[in-house]
Nanobody
Framework: QVQFVESGGGLVQPGGSLRLSCEAS????????MGWYRRAPGKERELVAS????????NYSQSVKGRFTISRDDWKSAIFLEMHSVKPEDTAMYYC??????????????WGQGTQVTVSA
């Protein structure tokens, strides 16, 4: 029942900007920390940005810190990722998910289809 729908990706030139969106349904959105993940070819999935409930806290990986901004709109059950000064290394499929942890390790709801970001001249 939980569903995430990502959008906003596309082809962008190095140094350019994109705004990704993620619409969630099937969960009590306001109760969850949320995050943006990405997976590049040949690499493991990486958490690039997270945001706490009510948007009161945010965290970023060192690779995107200062360039990306995560935000949320609880009325829309959505999170966003503003990407600036993008680099070819940012090329990846981007996904959103709730940040949850169980005793046996991290738990992820069903992944959406993701949205592809390709940074190339």
């Amino acid at each position: 029942q939980v569903q995430f729908v990502e959008s906003g990706g596309g082809l962008v030139q190095p140094g350019g900007s994109l705004r990704l969106s993620c619409e969630a349904s099937g969960l009590m959105f306001t109760a969850y920390d949320m995050g943006w993940y990405r997976r590049a070819p040949g690499k493991e999935r990486e958490l690039v940005a997270s945001i706490g409930i009510r948007g009161e806290t945010t965290n970023y990986s060192q690779s995107v810190k200062g360039r990306f901004t995560i935000s949320r709109d609880d009325w829309k059950s959505a999170i966003f990722l503003e990407m600036h000064s993008v680099k070819p290394e940012d090329t990846a499929m981007y996904y959103c998910n709730a940040l949850t942890t169980k005793q046996d390790g991290p738990f992820f709801h069903s992944w959406g289809q993701g949205t592809q970001v390709t940074v190339s001249a």
